[in-house]
């Protein structure tokens, strides 16, 4: 067992998401080795929207793969792109349909492989990642960001592989009607997916605390 002085640790170098405007405000200063963030909510809440519009800005500052097990890339992939106005010029957005857990491991080792994974959904790697093959994906690539999107039953993420993401994420999005509220290690905030469809659902009220 390896232990550590105090200034070791203070003097410990770590890998910072410099964020901006909404998204600052909302997840702060996250680090990026290691980590597990989650998001989950009921369908078509806006789960994947939200999701892509992250993944999006994330890739204007690291390579992100958006692995869409679920939904794949058709049609309703495309429309989710559509509505989340993604500039197709982003090379470092790059996007597939299911890919085995053990074969995204090995794409992972490679050298110039991309540092921010986008899961979604949890459901379909449920058999891959339980029994601990959640934690060991994570431990097995120590500077990748992984964000696991789930869905929701009765208010918390639905299988218990998602729920163990949630236990152990930094940074914790749960999406309701339009609206993802942003928790876990940080001061956290509401971003509004779409904000007149928001305030439809929610009320005008919704903007007296956060908006995009």
Known sequence: MRTYTIKQILDKTLKILKLEGIWYEIFGEPERNGKIWLIYGEEKNGK???????????????????????EGLGRSFQDVLDRAKVDW?????????????????????????????????ITVYVEELKNGGLQNLVKEHKDKLFIFIAHED??????????????LADRIVRVQGLVATVGGR???????????KAMIIHGSNIKENDSN
């Open 89 to 121: 010029k982003n090379k470092k957005f790059k996007a597939y349909p299911y890919v085995p857990i053990k074969e995204l491991s090995e794409y992972l080792k490679k050298r110039h492989s991309p540092k921010i994974i986008f899961l979604d959904n």
């Open 186 to 196: 940080t001061k956290g905030g509401k971003f509004l997916i779409d904000e007149e």
């Open 48 to 70: 994947t929207w939200f999701s892509i519009l992250l993944a999006y800005y994330l890739a204007t500052m690291e390579p992100v793969v958006y692995i869409s097990a679920e």
């Open 154 to 167: 009765r208010g918390e993420p639905y299988t218990s592989t998602a729920k163990m993401a949630k236990r």
